[in-house]
Every structure is written in structure tokens, then in C-alpha cells.
T-cell receptor, first 112, second 113 residues
Framework: GDSVTQMEGPVTLSEEAFLTINCTYT??????LFWYVQYPGEGLQLLLK?????DKGSNKGFEATYRKETTSFHLEKGSVQVSDSAVYFC???????????FGSGTQLTVLP | NAGVTQTPKFQVLKTGQSMTLQCAQD?????MYWYRQDPGMGLRLIYY???????DKGEVPNGYNVSRLNKREFSLRLESAAPSQTSVYFC????????????FGPGTRLTVL
């Protein structure tokens, strides 16, 4: 079945550091790929998405590129802020109802 | 426009008790979903409803039932709660379509003693 493997956390960075969170996937067909973010005590929010190979999703300074050859969708940000502290989930969407399959999540803490 | 709302926010049950988690969305979405979130395991799909009048099992349906009451509401029922059902439950909705994002509610934190 479909699966998503995420870099294990937690990840702790200083403000303005470069961020990479690795994500690889296994899926039949051609999935859409997503990064969701969960701030403390809240539900998940879509951060960015990519729907076909070589697409780059971007939002709020975060980027991820859909790499079909390496089945990866790594999340990057050039300069993190304290406000980026959250849990980040990589996910893929397949099936007729487009249900999501999530990775285990990566806790990011950014220190001032 | 409240988005996706869930009630209750918190609940403590004893083993064997039953309860229903409520979810409603005001975005006129066709599809709705129930997930559970456990530490280190991400979110796992319990049940989903691709459209009004239909429901299907997800990855972890055992011990749960759902009702798609109308287009807005999708409830999750635990008939006989077990400690293994201690979790945070999220409801989500989306418009049907290949690339449409899911919108999540704030979650219900359930503890079964």
C-alpha cells in the first residue's frame, strides 16, 4: 500500500538557520504530494502542495519539489523563524476519494 | 465562516462507555474524513465519506462507526470505548477533485480509562 516516510525528529534550530525535512514516499499511480503544518493545540493546515513530477510547491518561504525519480518531496526553508516552530507532516493523496496518507510528523523547534 | 468544527474538544470515558464525536463543515464540501492522531504515527484514516450518502472504511476502522447525516455533518461513534482508542481525533473536509486540499477541524482529545 501507499506509505510516507519522514525524517525523524525532533529538530531544533537557531533562528535564521536553513531547514530541510526529508520525505520519501511509496505509491501506486501518480499521487499528489502535500506538506501540512500543525501548530500547538490546533488542527492541520495545508502548507504547500505539488500535483505532478517536477512541480515546486511554495508558501511562506517554504519550498518542496516533487521528485518522481527519487520518490521524494523534501521540505526546505532558507531562514527559519521562531514562529515556524510546529509539527510538519508530509502526505500523499491517491484513490477515488483522494484520502491522505501521512508520514509520522517532524517536530521543529526554532530557538531565538 | 467557521470552516470545520468539532465537538467536544475534550472527553474522558471509562472502558465500555459509548460516545459520538460530532463534526460539521460550512464550506459545502462533498467529502469528509475522520482521522486519529497518535504519537509517532502521524494521522491515520478511520472512515471517510466521498459524498453525501456514502461512507467507506479507512486504514483503522475497527471499533468505530460513522454517519453522514447530511452534506454538512459527519459523526464518529465509539460503541464500546477501549483504552486503545485514547487519541486525538480530527475531522476534515474537501471538495471533490484531484488536487483539492483537506481542511481540518481543531480536534477532539479523547481519553479512555
Amino acid at each position: 500500500g501507499d506509505s510516507v516516510t519522514q525524517m525523524e525528529g525532533p529538530v531544533t534550530l537557531s533562528e535564521e538557520a536553513f531547514l530541510t525535512i526529508n520525505c520519501t514516499y511509496t505509491a501506486t499511480g501518480y499521487p499528489s504530494l502535500f506538506w501540512y503544518v500543525q501548530y500547538p493545540g490546533e488542527g492541520l493546515q495545508l502548507l504547500l502542495k505539488a500535483t505532478k513530477a517536477d512541480d515546486k510547491g511554495s508558501n511562506k518561504g517554504f519550498e518542496a519539489t516533487y521528485r518522481k525519480e527519487t520518490t521524494s518531496f523534501h521540505l526546505e526553508k532558507g531562514s527559519v523563524q521562531v514562529s515556524d516552530s510546529a509539527v510538519y507532516f508530509c502526505a500523499l493523496s491517491t484513490g477515488s476519494a483522494r484520502q491522505l496518507t501521512f508520514g509520522s510528523g517532524t517536530q521543529l523547534t526554532v530557538l531565538p | 465562516n467557521a470552516g470545520v468544527t468539532q465537538t467536544p474538544k475534550f472527553q474522558v470515558l471509562k472502558t465500555g462507555q459509548s460516545m459520538t464525536l460530532q463534526c460539521a463543515q460550512d464550506m459545502n464540501h462533498n467529502s469528509m474524513y475522520w482521522y486519529r492522531q497518535d504519537p509517532g504515527m502521524g494521522l491515520r484514516l478511520i472512515y471517510y465519506s466521498a459524498s453525501e450518502g456514502t461512507t467507506d472504511k479507512g486504514e483503522v476502522p475497527n471499533g468505530y462507526n460513522v454517519s453522514r447525516l447530511n452534506k454538512r455533518e459527519f459523526s464518529l461513534r465509539l460503541e464500546s470505548a477501549a483504552p486503545s482508542q485514547t487519541s486525538v481525533y480530527f475531522c476534515a473536509s474537501s471538495e471533490q477533485g484531484l488536487y483539492n486540499e483537506q481542511f481540518f477541524g481543531p480536534g477532539t482529545r479523547l481519553t479512555v480509562l
